[in-house]
Each structure stands twice: as structure tokens, then as C-alpha cells.
């Protein structure tokens, strides 16, 4: 595909065109790498062969959708958020060519960081897999056509389109993303760069030297390979991140083991992905408005930077770090021990379990929120099974009851709950106003 039969073609390839080797010409290279493909007349994405025919599955799944994304938009006028959801039973839910779709998706390729700039700056830009060529708009549409509107296609199999790729498609075709998600893409430095943490550069700087240009600011920071990466983070956080944002950077702070001993601990690694979480900064002011604008103040001989807080709480004790490898054994046992502890909590006992689960969520809510809702009422249910209450209600009597793969929730929580202004998020209550403790209701296991 990347050869014509009949023509000649001129093609740039950067593994080919740079010295690899070189420091020096490297980083030159690299500091006008965005410039070439913004101004290339195509960019070709080569995936490789295709010996068990994919390809072809792939190209017409996504011809199919993308002429049904076109075609809806324009029936909806283009209006904001107004792109319809597929009903459950429609067949593209159980359609084989997700398969197929599945095995590009996890294909090395899209784990990689360069490429980003590659898809993303193009004028232009084509999948080239086995004898297929496909266009990279059509794909960027169905991959935000799966994230927000047919999201029970996204579970299984994952799309494995990062986030960045379709926010630079975004910048190119605004109106149809609008349409389908009903808010445009956070493409600000710091978005841009915590959502590359999860792309596999083999030089931690190219973390910035690969992402930056990506902004729509400019950044005057020229590609050095001679410098050490802490150093490279450091010097840009001090010198672009602090003056922007202030303490609002301090969010995107990620370290583990290695590099809280080796950098400075209030410089974003940026090749951390320890979690995929963002602090976010505090919207209404918590101090006097004559300290609320206050800067950090960054103290040279030390290096260190001096930020104006305010104590909220204090830290009895913590757990393992969590990873993708922790079980739900591994929260059970957590919850165990936070459940049977002597300290003193502000949680009343039915309400200790609903603000667990809040510090594991973070807030987020994870498709519909009804469905999420069910979902968290089945983990904090099956918690307590791994937990061995299944059979017996809480040491406080009368607050929830696990009735097979049910949560009952009792009278008194929501009785509780609403003295506090709040209603139990885990289910829906059962009789409400009329319910009686779950004793009383004559359930049978």
C-alpha cells in the first residue's frame, strides 16, 4: 500500500530520516517534528500486514457507522448533545466485526506516543493495514460515537483509542463531536499531558518533547537529550507551569517509590501512571479572600516551593498503594479493617460504607447513572459478602441486610440520611415513608 504499482512517491519516514544515535541532530529533528506532519501532504499510518483478513472487517464496519453518524448529525440539525442513543436491541450491539475492530484497537501501534502527532496534525491521514486503506476521520467519529453513546460496545471489546487522538480530530471537525458528546475537548497543557501518561515512550522526555507541540501554546522549550529527565521536568514546571497555572498543577502530581526519592516532590512525573485521577482545584474559596490569591512562592536555594494551605484532617494510617493488579479481595480486607476500626470516624455506621466507596470512585460515575447506582449497590454487597455478614446484619442492628445478590437497605438510614439533607445513593428505597426494618418485611433468603 505504501509503495504505487505504477507512480513514484516521495515518503518521509522519521525511524529512517534521523540518526537515532545523535543527540544532537535528534533533538533538532525532534523540535520540528510537528511542523512536518501539520504540512505533509498525507500521513500514511502503517499497521503492518493483515493475514487473517481484519482489515477488511474493520473498513466496512466503520464505512457503515461513519455514514450513519453523517447522515444522523444532519437529521439533527447539528444541534448540541442531541445525537440519539441505539436502542438496546439494535444489531450493531452484537455485530461480529467487533471482533475484528478489537484486534486493530489493541494493535502496538496506538499505545505509542510519537504517533499522536502523526494522526493528529495531519492535513490528511490514512490507515494502511494489509490491502485496506482507511480514512482516520471515519475512525475518530466512530470511536467518539462509542464513547459516548454506545458505551456497552466499549466494555467489551475496549476501543483503545486514546483520548488524545480524538481530541485533535476534535479541533478539525468541531461540529460533529459537539452533536455526539455535547461539550468540546479539554485540550489545555496539562489535560493534554496527563493524558499521555498511559502511551509508551522509550525516552521519559519525550513526554514533553512529543506531547507539547500538541497545545495549542506555544512552549520555547528546545529538545535536549543531554539533559537528565528530572532535570527536563524540573525546569519546565518552574519555568512554564508555575507561572500559568499557579498551584493548580499541583493536581497532576504523580510519583511512586523511585522517582519521590530521585526528583523534586512537587514536579509532575510525567512518566508516572500510578493513577489516572486528576485533584481537582478547589472551585469555592475555603480561606479569607485576602489569602485566596495567594501564589506559591518558589524558594531557589532549595528548591523548594511554598504553597499557603490550610490543615483539614489528619492521617491515621494508610494502605498498599493500589494498582491494576488489586483485587477485590484485596478492598475487602481493606474494608475490614477501616470497618473494625477503634479510631474515631465522623461516619455514622451505615455511612461508613457509602464514603469507602466514594474515596474508591472519586466521584466519577461510570456510564448511566441508574445502572451506576445498581453496580455500586452489587459491590457493596459483595464486600460485605467477602466479608462474612451475608448472614447477619451490621454490629449496629437494623441498618442493611444482604438478601442474596440484594442490598436492603433499613427505615432508620434513610431516616438518617435525610436528617442530614442527603438520600442513600447505594438503591432505591423500598416503601419509602411506609418501610419497615428489614426484619419486619418478611423476606425469605
Known amino acids: 500500500m505504501v509503495r504505487q504499482p505504477t507512480e513514484r512517491r516521495s515518503i518521509w ?78 444489531p450493531i450491539f452484537s455485530d461480529p466485526r467487533w471482533s475484528d475492530y478489537k484486534v486493530m484497537a489493541e494493535h502496538p501501534w496506538f499505545e505509542r506516543g510519537w504517533v499522536v502527532q502523526e494522526a493528529g496534525l495531519a492535513a490528511e491521514a490514512a490507515l494502511l493495514w494489509g490491502a485496506k486503506s482507511i480514512p482516520w476521520p471515519s475512525l475518530m467519529r466512530v470511536a467518539t460515537w462509542l464513547i459516548y453513546r454506545a458505551q456497552a460496545i466499549t466494555k467489551a471489546p475496549r476501543t483503545g483509542i486514546n483520548y488524545l487522538h480524538r481530541m485533535l480530530h476534535n479541533r478539525r471537525d468541531p461540529l460533529i463531536s459537539m452533536v455526539i458528546s ?28 512529543a506531547i507539547l ?25 518552574r519555568d512554564y507551569l508555575l507561572p500559568i497555572y499557579g498551584a493548580k498543577f499541583l493536581g497532576h502530581v504523580q510519583h511512586n517509590r523511585d522517582t519521590i526519592e530521585t526528583g523534586t516532590s512537587w514536579v509532575p512525573g510525567w512518566d508516572t501512571t500510578e493513577y489516572n485521577y486528576v485533584v481537582p482545584a478547589q472551585a469555592t474559596p475555603i480561606m479569607p479572600n485576602s489569602l485566596n490569591d495567594s501564589q506559591p512562592v518558589y524558594l531557589p536555594k ?58 474508591l ?40 441486610k444482604i438478601v442474596g445478590d440484594a442490598w436492603f437497605a ?17 438503591s432505591p428505597m423500598l416503601g419509602r415513608g411506609t418501610a419497615r426494618d428489614w426484619e419486619e418485611w418478611g423476606i425469605e433468603e
Not at 520540528?32 to 503492518?48: E, H, N, W
Not at 507541540?213 to 514546571?237: G, I, M, N
Not at 447513572?369 to 459483595?382: D, F, G, H, N
Open 213 to 237: 507541540p500538541l497545545a495549542k501554546e506555544t512552549f520555547k522549550l528546545a529538545p535536549d537529550y543531554s539533559r537528565h529527565v528530572q532535570e527536563v521536568y524540573f525546569e519546565f514546571t
Open 410 to 426: 433499613s427505615k432508620e438510614i434513610f431516616e438518617n440520611e435525610e436528617e442530614d439533607g442527603q438520600l442513600y445513593p447505594f
Open 182 to 209: 455535547g461539550s468540546t475537548y479539554d485540550d489545555t497543557p496539562l489535560r493534554i499531558l496527563n493524558g499521555a501518561r498511559f502511551f509508551k515512550l522509550p525516552d521519559s522526555r519525550d513526554r514533553l518533547y
Open 361 to 400: 470512585y472519586l466521584g466519577f460515575a461510570d456510564g448511566e447513572l441508574k445502572t451506576w447506582e445498581r453496580q455500586k449497590a452489587a459491590y457493596a454487597s459483595r464486600l460485605t459478602e467477602i466479608n462474612e455478614l451475608s448472614d447477619n446484619a451490621t454490629s449496629e442492628a437494623n441498618h442493611y
Open 302 to 359: 532549595s528548591r523548594t516551593l511554598r504553597v499557603l494551605g490550610v490543615i483539614s484532617d489528619s492521617i491515621l494510617s494508610r494502605s498498599e498503594a493500589f494498582t491494576h493488579q488489586t483485587s477485590i479481595d484485596d478492598i475487602a480486607n481493606l474494608w475490614r479493617s477501616v470497618a473494625g476500626s477503634s479510631c474515631p470516624l465522623h461516619y455514622s455506621p451505615p455511612s461508613r460504607l457509602r464514603a469507602f466507596l466514594s474515596c
Open 13 to 90: 519516514a522519521d525511524a529512517i530520516c534521523i540518526n537515532q544515535d545523535n543527540d544532537q541532530e535528534r533533538g533538532h529533528q525532534v523540535s520540528v517534528m510537528g511542523r512536518i506532519y501539520s504540512t505533509a501532504k498525507r500521513v500514511l499510518i502503517c499497521l503492518g500486514p493483515d493475514p487473517k483478513g481484519h482489515a477488511e472487517c474493520v473498513a466496512s464496519l466503520l464505512a457503515q457507522l461513519d455514514k450513519y453518524i453523517l447522515e444522523t448529525a444532519k437529521d439533527c440539525n447539528y444541534v448540541i448533545n442531541s445525537f440519539p442513543y441505539p436502542e438496546s436491541s439494535d
